[in-house]
């Protein structure tokens, strides 16, 4: 019979010093972790949906402020306001501003949009601003989430369905749980020897989506006029079909812009050889040409272009430009009338459309244009210099993102 084997004391040394090493390297994987660096608090209970408002309010007093440096425009999900400054990203109650929860990290936010149910927060890491976390913005519970190759700085935007991330270099589509159905631009390291849009250096000054394509603006070297450039969704999310369409007279340095895209087709702002909005279909035909008054302010398309309702509006700097959101057609022009001029683009509440303009809150015809009423709001506290306002509505609230703060506005109970 074979002598069975037994411990020794070098043996349980040995075991004890192995499974102090696991413990030790635990702890340090615990404590460098992402996990560590997150301090998530959910609500107490899910928030409840808030239904659309009958009426346009007959005043509007302001009912709370809050920080809101990450965001572009008001956000709104859920029922749920979301705010992000700083590291952290909160959910507010829409009358009395109170947090509901609070997500933050060990750094500073990238930015924040929202994509159906969820808050989307983007921080930084070595590799830029590829870092996203998804809350549900009923409860305040982590959703899907993902890490990948972007720019220092990105610009979020959303439809509510898709988000797009564009930098400098590079942009990236998202669906709502965050598998990227679009890459395009300059990678750290190519996977693909062929792949699209790499290698060339083009710098990407502007950029909208709809979840059924992205349509930008590029500026490359060696050429003296920019491009429009189409994608659409490939067999691959780094291979997506694309169409360059060639912008004549058109500088990398001039204010041209894609405003925004609707299924396939897009609205561009071209400022040569008249100032226009020239919107074109998925091939590069021009369906439809704009003119504009007068070349429209710097301020970025993310802040003054807005979806309101079944339409698209963009603000030029002193007017309101309104288009049908199917297939980008002019509808009307909010001018400056009798000392009201617009500061910002519209939203929608009871069929009516609400601009911010000089003193108040502008009540016009969602069919016409025609202003009806002004609704005085004061705005002491408004931040020097800021460029635009951008509105937005939840239930009876008025929502406005006057540059770094969020302001609510409505009926005092």
Sequence with gaps: MVKPERRTRTDVAVAAAI?????????????TSDARATQSRPADAPS??????????AALDELWSAPSAATDLPLVASG???????????????ITGETRWSYARDRQLCGVTWVYQYAVAVYPDVRGCGQVSTIDSSTGRRGPARTGYADDRVRLSSDGTVVLSTGSTRLELWRSDMVRMIGFGEVDARVKPNQTGLGQGCAITSAAASPLAVSLLQACPGEVDVRLTLLRPGDEDDEPTQRDVPQPDVAPDSTARVLAVSDTITAVYLPTPSPRVSVVDQNGAELSSTPVPQPPSAADPATTVTRAGNLFTWWTGDAVLVFNSDQLTHKFTVEPADGVIPLGPATMMADRLLIPVTGGVGVYDS?????????????PSMDSGVPVIVPSVVGPTVLEQRGRTVVALGARP
């Design 80 to 94: 749920t306001v979301v705010t992000g400054d700083g590291s952290t990203v909160e959910g507010r109650d829409p």
């Design 19 to 31: 499974a102090a090493i696991v413990a030790i390297a635990a702890v340090a994987i615990w404590w």
């Design 48 to 57: 409840k949906s808030i239904p659309p408002a009958d009426a346009v309010p």
């Design 367 to 379: 069919g016409t244009g025609e202003l009806e009423r002004v609704i005085d709001v004061d705005r």
